[in-house]
């Protein structure tokens, strides 16, 4: 099983600043990769798949980017809207399985 | 546009098992898996398995297998999940998911609204 360990656990960014979120797998996941967020009460929303590629709606200040086991997720210019807590999630050989999450706060 | 709408919450006793369902509407059921995930309080995303609904086939997480159930009944574009043996480690909320798939490239998309199950004597 393929585990993927998300740094920081909280990140504190003030508004308007740019924020990067890390994600490494324990092993290669080639580009099978994808970002969620996901605020309190809610379903997590599907950001980033395939590694870099926007979902549907997402605003391009939402970048992903990596390969192999690093990935990045960069949100730049930080809207209040921005502030909860996003998970990586990779597929390999059939199996998925999801970082612990990194929260995003408000400095 | 795809929606899931999941079953309400459920109340269990340590031991029990639990059913939820996932009503699928708006895209071709049978074309896209439909997958688990789970999430305790307070805690991260768990995903648990997934079915094909096209045919059927499953694939659990290997933390569930031999506990979790998952089907699908075609007729209603439903996906069922029974989780058994329940312990109070399974309270959490439970989520089905669509995966999308384009051209080799995964997200799950959209979500259910969750359904609490709360596992206590």
């Known amino acids: 099983e393929v585990e993927m360990t998300q740094s920081p656990a909280t990140l504190s960014v003030s508004p308007g600043e740019r924020a990067t979120l890390s994600c490494r797998a324990s092993?290669?996941?080639?580009?099978?990769l994808a970002w969620y967020q996901q605020k309190p009460g809610q379903a997590p929303r599907l950001l980033i798949y395939?590694?870099?590629t926007r979902a549907t709606g997402i605003p391009d200040r939402f970048t992903g980017s990596g390969s192999g086991t690093d990935f990045t997720l960069t949100i730049s210019s930080l809207q209040s809207e921005d502030f909860a807590v996003y998970y990586c999630?990779?597929?390999?050989?059939?199996?998925?399985?999801f970082g612990q999450g990194t929260k995003l706060e408000i400095k | 546009q795809a929606r899931l709408v999941q079953s309400g919450a459920e109340l269990k006793k340590p031991g029990a098992s639990v059913t939820i369902s996932c009503k699928a509407s708006?895209?071709?059921?049978?074309?896209?898996?439909m997958h688990w995930v789970r999430q305790a309080p307070g805690q991260g995303l768990e995903w648990m398995g997934m079915?094909?609904?096209?045919?059927?086939?499953?694939n659990y997480a290997q933390k569930f297998q031999g506990r979790v159930t998952m089907t699908r009944d075609s007729p209603t574009s439903t996906v069922m999940m029974v989780l058994s043996s329940l312990t109070s480690a399974d309270t959490a909320v439970y989520y089905c998911?669509?995966?999308?798939?384009?051209?080799?490239?995964?997200?799950?998309?959209?979500w259910g609204q969750g359904t609490l199950v709360t596992v206590s004597s």
């Open positions: 092993q290669s996941v080639s580009s099978d």
């Open positions: 395939g590694a870099s």
């Open positions: 999630q990779q597929y390999n050989n059939g199996l998925y399985s």
């Open positions: 079915i094909n609904p096209n045919g059927g086939s499953t």
């Open positions: 708006g895209y071709t059921f049978s074309s896209y898996y």
């Open positions: 998911t669509k995966e999308n798939n384009w051209k080799g490239r995964r997200g799950f998309d959209p």
